[in-house]
């Protein structure tokens, strides 16, 4: 019989396709994926650092399996992605009923690392070598019209509170070649719409031997026939520019949403933080933007509590986010990460500020969310039919181009179709609207 495998995802967009590659190559060697950690033989965590408390859950979710893994040796347990790469054998100590760990870099030796655990003590592979663009065995993907795809790995601008560059190493772009072949193949399988995954987007094509740019990558990716809609991220202010807004403007598949993660509106905050802009040049960026891009949806993430992050300075995010007007935003509390740059700043800004600036700026965003979202009722939107509502089993749901969420009257005839929405009611978060037109097909009566 197979053995089952439980894996579950923590971190952001490329964790999420690593996972789907593992589950990909360990179902080429037999093993069955299963979403019942109860009834499984082997569970892996694929873990992410960004902040401590996305540690501290995998933390307590292995801990969770210790009286299991007492009862039952034979269970295998596998901490692999970030969290692995950053304190490598230590977590040994930490988690004794973990088996197996293994980088990010190291997601393709996940099968053999597996094979080894069963005869072997405990299997480490975290070397940071760079990441090969070869392609995992087995295309696994857990969407059915959504799909992300890699186009490079790792990061080299080492914003000053960021863990990444440091367990994803530095940047490797994959070549143009592979990555259309891989969307093609994707859309030749119907999916329709694939997210184009790099930690700093705009800086595509360093190092390839073609010179190739994000925006020529993306005229490729507009190409290919039967694709409908394009997305990407992250981009960097600092780098994103005119060539990307005019590549947004002119490519009709490209969506029009651009994630431009500002993560403060204090120039003093934003060099302490080593993010090479100031204020008035991402709002310069946004001007520019929003001119060529009419209707372009923009959302962002926001640190609060920053080290040394005065009243003065949390007011003038407070001011951009007003200013700027987002769609949506992220906002986190900062979390010191060692061995990144900033940890050796004192972590001075108490965790109840934080939690305050937090809250304040989230209750901010919700206003002008809905604000925002109002201004778009009696409005025409494109809508991808992507699954049902949580809410109604009588309503579907989807995203506009502009990357925000609609809820509609629909049936499942409906599912992986563009259609026309006129929007008629929204919340802070979800636009609700009646289909129009849906594209090719006849409405179901
Ligand atoms: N490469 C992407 C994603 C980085 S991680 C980018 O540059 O946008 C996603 C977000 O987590 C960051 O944008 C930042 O807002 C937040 N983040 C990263 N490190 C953090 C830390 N140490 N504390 C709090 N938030 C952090
Ligand atoms: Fe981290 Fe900055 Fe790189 Fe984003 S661009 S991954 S925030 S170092
Ligand atoms: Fe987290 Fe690693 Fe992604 S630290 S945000 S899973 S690159």
């Not at 300075?313 to 407070?318: G, L, P, S, V």
């Not at 951009?320 to 935003?329: C, D, K, Q």
């Not at 809250?359 to 809905?370: D, H, T, V, Y």
Request: proline residues 5%.
């Amino acid at each position: 019989m197979s053995k089952k495998v439980f894996l579950r995802t923590f971190g952001c967009q490329m964790n999420e396709r690593d996972s789907e590659m593992i589950a990909g190559m360990l179902k080429e060697k037999g093993y069955e994926i299963t979403d019942d950690p109860d009834e499984a033989q082997v569970i892996l965590f694929n873990t992410c650092s960004v902040r401590q408390h996305a540690e501290d859950r995998v933390m307590g979710n292995v801990r969770q399996l210790r009286s299991r893994k007492k009862k039952d040796p034979e269970l295998r347990i596998g901490v692999l992605g970030c969290m692995a790469q950053r304190h490598g054998e230590m977590l040994f100590k930490e988690l004794p009923e973990v088996d197996l760990l293994a980088g990010p870099s190291n997601i393709y030796d996940v099968p053999d690392l597996l094979a080894r655990s069963v005869s072997s003590e405990k299997v480490i592979a975290v070397d940071k070598k760079k990441r090969p663009g070869k392609k995992a065995a087995g295309d696994h993907r857990s969407g059915v019209f959504s799909a992300f795809v890699n186009i490079m790995y790792g990061c080299d601008n080492f914003c000053s509170y960021c863990i990444v560059p440091h367990v994803r190493g530095r940047e490797v772009s994959r070549k143009k070649k592979d990555i259309v072949d891989e969307v093609k193949s994707l859309i030749d399988r119907g999916f329709k719409e694939v997210t184009l995954l790099g930690q700093n987007v705009n800086s595509y094509g360093k190092g390839l031997s073609s010179r190739t740019t994000f925006p020529d990558l993306l005229e490729a990716v507009n190409g290919i026939r039967g694709i409908e809609r394009i997305r990407f991220t992250t981009s960097h202010p600092k780098d994103a520019a005119k060539p990307l807004f005019r590549a947004m403007a002119e490519l009709d598949k490209v969506c029009t949403h651009l994630h431009l993660p500002l993560q403060s509106g204090s120039d003093k905050i934003l060099d302490l933080m080593n993010r090479k802009y100031t204020y008035s040049d991402y709002l310069g960026k946004v001007e520019l933007l929003r001119k060529m891009v009419p209707g372009i949806g923009l959302s962002t993430d926001i640190i609060v509590g920053f080290p040394s992050e005065k009243v003065r300075d949390f007011e003038a995010t407070r001011r951009a986010m007003e200013e700027i007007s987002y769609n949506s935003a992220f906002v986190f509390k900062y979390s010191p990460r060692p061995p990144a740059m900033s940890s050796c700043i004192v972590d001075d800004v108490p965790e109840e500020v934080k939690k305050q600036r937090n809250n304040e700026l989230l209750a901010l965003q919700k206003k002008i969310s809905l604000a925002n979202n109002r201004g778009l009722i009696g409005t025409e939107q494109e809508v991808l039919v992507e699954g049902k509502s949580r809410m109604s089993g009588a309503e579907m749901m989807g995203r506009t181009s502009a990357n925000i969420p609609c809820v509609f009257p629909a049936t499942e005839a409906l599912l992986g179709e563009l259609v026309w929405v006129r929007i008629d009611s929204t919340t802070p978060n979800t636009l609700k609207g009646k289909v129009v037109q849906a594209k090719g097909r006849r409405l179901a009566p």
